[in-house]
Nanobody, 125 residues
Framework: QVQLVESGGGLVQAGGSLTLACAAS????????KGWFRQAPGKEREFVGT????????LYADSVKGRFTISRDNVKHTMYLQMNSLKPEATAVYFC??????????????????WGQGTQVTVSS
């Protein structure tokens, strides 16, 4: 089994920055691609970005492209989400996810076997 724990959430003003981290433990050798998703109040969980196992391929949702950056450190078993120029509509619970077999980036939630509990990000206007 794999456990994922997000950290770094909090309250930030619009235009500010925040960096989230997702630490993996357990059977980390089975982890392939990773992804970030978010769920705003009253809305469904949506894709934010995904990174391949090697880190060489990254995809972003159009809504965050150019402002958010995903990276991963496979030695530390940690993935990061650097969020810049934050907008109030980015307020949501952010979840990290890990695929157990797929190495390439995955935008669909169904591709992921493991999920963290989420961390709250609130952007004030």
């Amino acid at each position: 089994q794999v456990q994922l724990v997000e950290s770094g959430g909090g309250l930030v003003q619009a235009g500010g920055s925040l960096t989230l981290a997702c630490a993996a433990s357990g059977r980390t050798i089975s982890i392939g691609a990773k992804g970030w998703f978010r769920q705003a109040p009253g809305k469904e969980r949506e894709f934010v970005g995904t990174i391949s196992w090697s880190g060489s391929s990254i995809l972003y949702a159009d809504s965050v492209k150019g402002r958010f950056t995903i990276s991963r450190d496979n030695v530390k078993h940690t993935m990061y989400l650097q969020m810049n120029s934050l907008k109030p509509e980015a307020t949501a619970v952010y979840f990290c996810a890990a695929a157990s077999r797929r190495l390439e980036p995955a935008t669909s939630q169904e591709e992921y076997s493991y999920w963290g509990q989420g961390t709250q990000v609130t952007v004030s206007s």
